[in-house]
């Protein structure tokens, strides 16, 4: 079949990839080139062991304290406030217990598959050098916060998830010297992989893509129309049309998927890092701040120190010092870090209120294949994202239950 994939990031570029290598004829779109994204600067993590999504019960009581913290997790322009109150409901609604449990097995699910869709990768491309096989530490700041996640860790224990949990700084200091004594505790999930940089991760697998005949083409797509048979798309370069359509602009899938009749809360959480230079800190793992919503990765042979949550919309200018803010909360956790020279970046991550993708046909239209919404999990669940859109576009029943992901469940 002829197919175009709107959207070069990493789940768009991870699709093209397994569609060519069934055999289609493949076009990819983007109106900026490879990895333009949320996929060029993100904290490089396969983080399979992040099945909670955000929407945790009781999250509704916590999260307005930290919108009084000028450097906390989560912070909302007051230009964006009323734009982003339908979104916040619907994140409300995803936190209430039933609904937080079944996300919960939805994105065990997914991520168990996208675990062995990555093996299954991997060696078929030969990337092992590409990552990074060091777990992840995830630190808090004395015994109560310790407590207060024990639900998290029961939970990943039932969905098959290993762990050691750690319960002296002497613990934490011999997987990862340097941090501040004030973590007590952590959870260090060994088999949290890291790619040795996102943006050359998607830049290779566009490569195995164009050596297996995929097309990639700078242009943007402006219209999409289809129909169960066919699909075309337009824009200022100009006009095609397709057997199928995958629709993968991550944040920016929004203006598209309203010309299919759908109107989905797909909002964008906008995040922040510093990437250091080389010697910045000799880190061993990836070390996730759970309470203070930021992460420390290797990228490349520098360090990168970012997160945070920022309900700002796609048209809002970056606020950098967010990026500022979390580098010198940083330094203050590991006294070690050297905070000069670093660059900032910002960027939108595609976020449903369940944190669950849509991974879905549109029906009546069954022409397009939907892939967004990935929120802060794009990376981690690209490889399995990749071969249920190839089922879907196939007619293939896929390798586990889609329904949680369809576009309609809002
Ligand atoms: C600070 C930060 C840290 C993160 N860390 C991690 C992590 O460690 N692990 C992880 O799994 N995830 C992480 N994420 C999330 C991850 O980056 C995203 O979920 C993922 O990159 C989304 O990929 P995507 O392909 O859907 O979207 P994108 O990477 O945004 O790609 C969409 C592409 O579509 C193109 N496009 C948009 N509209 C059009 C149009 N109309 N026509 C043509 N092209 C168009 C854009 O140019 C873009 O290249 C992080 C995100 C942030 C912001």
Request: hydrophobic share 30%.
């Given at each position: 079949m002829r197919i175009g994939v709107i959207g070069a990031g990493v789940v768009g570029v991870s699709a093209a990839l397994a569609l060519a290598g069934r055999g289609h004829e493949v076009t990819v779109f983007d109106r900026e080139g490879v990895a333009a994204g949320a996929s060029r600067g993100n904290a490089g993590a396969f983080a399979f062991s992040e099945i909670i999504p955000l929407a945790t019960p009781g999250i509704m009581r916590k999260a307005p304290l930290w919108?009084?913290?000028?450097?906390?997790p989560l912070s909302i322009p007051p230009a964006y406030a009323l734009r982003i109150a339908p979104w916040l409901a619907a994140f409300w609604r995803a936190s209430l217990p039933g609904r937080y449990r079944a996300a919960v097995a939805a994105q065990s699910a997914l991520m168990a598959h996208s675990a062995a869709a990555l093996e299954r990768l991997v060696a078929a491309h030969g990337?092992?050098?590409?990552?990074?096989?060091q777990g992840q530490l995830q630190l808090y700041e004395g015994e109560g916060e310790f407590r207060r996640s024990e639900r998290e860790w029961r939970e990943r224990r039932e969905a098959g998830i290993r762990f050691e949990l750690l319960e002296s700084p002497g613990a934490i200091a011999e997987i990862?010297?340097?941090?501040?004594?004030?973590?007590?505790h952590a959870g260090y999930t060994p088999d949290w992989i890291n790619v040795i940089d996102p943006a050359l991760w998607v830049e290779t697998l566009a490569e195995a893509f164009v050596r297996r005949g995929g097309r990639i083409e700078r242009a943007e797509i402006r219209a999409l129309a289809a129909s169960s048979g066919h699909a075309r798309l337009a824009g200022p370069q100009g006009e095609w049309r397709f057997d199928r359509v995958v629709l993968a602009?991550?944040?920016?899938s929004g203006a598209l998927v309203r010309q299919l009749g759908l109107r989905l809360p797909l909002e964008t959480e906008r995040g922040y890092n510093t990437t250091l230079p080389a010697g910045a800190f000799d880190l061993r793992t990836h070390v996730t701040f759970s309470g203070h919503g930021f992460v420390v990765s290797r990228v490349g042979e520098g360090i990168r120190v970012g997160g945070g949550v920022e309900?700002?919309?796609?048209?809002l200018p970056p606020r950098m010092a967010r990026a500022q803010a979390l580098l010198t909360r940083a330094a203050a956790f590991l006294?070690?870090?050297?905070?000069?020279g670093g660059t900032q970046w910002m960027g939108f991550r595609p976020s449903m209120p369940d944190s669950l993708p849509v991974i879905s046909t549109v029906p009546g239209r069954e022409a397009v294949a939907l892939a967004f919404?990935?929120?802060?999990l794009g990376l981690t669940q690209s490889a399995g994202t990749a071969e249920l859109v190839a089922d879907i576009v196939d007619n293939r029943p896929p390798a586990i239950d889609i329904t949680p992901y369809r576009a309609s469940r809002f």
């Open positions: 919108l009084f913290d000028p450097g906390g990337l092992e050098d590409m990552l990074r096989r990862q010297p340097g941090i501040a004594p004030r973590f007590t602009a991550g944040a920016h309900l700002g919309g796609l048209k006294p070690g870090l050297k905070t000069q919404g990935h929120g802060h």
